[in-house]
């Protein structure tokens, strides 16, 4: 079974600023993707970000990029110029390549302050 | 544009009632899930489908079943519910593929009193 951690159940930022949020994982399979879904408070799940395994570059979309270390088996969602829309929980889940199913870390509450 | 919709947002059942939690794609994914939210637990995943008619259990499927007679329908079954299960719900699909993100529903919030 894949395990998923985030260790930040909550994070402060101020509006323009940068913000990390932590996840690793732990996995025995050599191919596997890693996703960032944020949930605002309405409820919905938003993709944000993917990442696969063998991908030699870290991701990129917009303001957000991955922050992957293979090794240490980590996938830190940056976001740069946090904007007050930012504010909202972020999941980090990751795929095996022999399933089809995700598993989920537990979130992390992101709250930016003008 | 994508669509994964759900038939309640919000949902309020009494003990040992028989509920039906219905979600609808317009993608023609083949992949179907169901999850439950909770409070620092993250998302966990009650079912899955890979096909129509085809189901798998999930991490914690104890208490639910699942029903999939079209592909664009799945449907969650709480036989009996009990107030444990007062939860999130959410819907997700997906096409086949490391690569794929799901896509997913807004969410029902069931309160089983």
């Known amino acids: 079974a894949q395990k998923i951690t985030q260790t930040q159940p909550g994070m402060f930022v101020q509006e323009k600023e940068a913000v990390t949020l932590d996840c690793t994982y732990d996995?025995?399979?050599?191919?596997?993707?890693l996703f960032w879904y944020k949930q605002p408070s309405s409820g919905e799940m938003i993709f944000l970000i993917y990442q696969g395994s063998y991908d030699e570059q870290n991701a990129t979309e917009g303001r957000y990029s991955l922050n992957f270390q293979k090794a240490r088996k980590s996938a830190n969602l940056v976001i740069s110029a946090s904007q007050l829309g930012d504010s909202a929980m972020y999941f980090c889940?990751?795929?095996?390549?022999?399933?089809?199913?995700?598993?989920f870390g537990a979130g992390t509450t992101v709250t930016v302050r003008a | 544009d994508v669509k994964v919709t759900q038939s309640s947002r919000y949902l309020v059942k009494r003990t040992g009632e028989k509920v039906f939690l219905e979600c609808v794609q317009d993608m023609d994914h083949e992949n179907m899930f169901w999850y439950r939210q909770d409070p620092g637990l993250g998302l966990r995943l009650i079912y899955f489908?890979?096909?129509?008619?085809?189901?798998e259990k999930g991490d914690i499927p104890e208490g639910y079943s699942v029903s999939r007679e079209k592909k664009e329908r799945f449907s969650l079954i709480l036989e009996s519910a009990s107030t444990n299960q007062t939860s999130m719900y959410l819907c997700?699909?997906?096409?086949?593929?490391?690569?794929?993100?799901?896509?997913f529903g807004p969410g029902t919030r069931l309160l089983v009193l």
């Open positions: 489908s890979y096909d129509v008619k085809m189901k």
């Open positions: 997700a699909s997906s096409s086949p593929g490391l690569e794929e993100t799901q896509y």
């Open positions: 996995t025995s399979d050599q191919s596997y993707g």
């Open positions: 889940a990751m795929e095996a390549s022999n399933d089809y199913k995700l598993s």
